[in-house]
Nanobody, 119 residues
Framework: VQLQAFGGGLVQAGGSLRLSCAVSGLTGSTRALGWFRQAPGKEREFVASIRWTGSNQYYHDSVKGRFTISRDNAKNTVYLQMNSLKPEDTALYFC?????????????WGQGTLVTVSS
């Protein structure tokens, strides 16, 4: 499984960005895809996840109402629409996939895309 995240950049507070994660090598056992982020000097944290089938989505409290995760199964791509961005959203954003058949044991990671929000 390979993941490639892109779409990061520099944006002013209050602005928007859309991140994309292109996935290859998926199997029928892929259950979910998640977005995580790591700010300088901080630990990596969960941002959002989506089931590969169905409509279940999950969000960290800090991004609820501002971020939306979605997927395009035909393109094997998952998106993270980020609105009303805040300086504290500045981080390296990663997409990841759990182990086959699992929904939370993330094992496959992309290289990350940097989001910088200026105040």
């Amino acid at each position: 499984v390979q993941l490639q995240a892109f779409g990061g950049g520099l944006v002013q507070a209050g602005g928007s960005l859309r991140l994309s994660c292109a996935v290859s090598g998926l199997t029928g056992s892929t259950r979910a895809l998640g977005w995580f982020r790591q700010a300088p000097g901080k630990e990596r944290e969960f941002v959002a996840s989506i089931r590969w089938t169905g409509s279940n989505q999950y969000y960290h409290d800090s991004v609820k109402g501002r971020f939306t995760i979605s997927r395009d199964n035909a393109k094997n791509t998952v998106y993270l629409q980020m609105n009303s961005l805040k300086p504290e959203d500045t981080a390296l954003y990663f997409c990841a996939i759990p182990r086959p058949g699992k929904v939370k044991e993330y094992a496959y990671w992309g290289q990350g895309t940097l989001v910088t929000v200026s105040s």
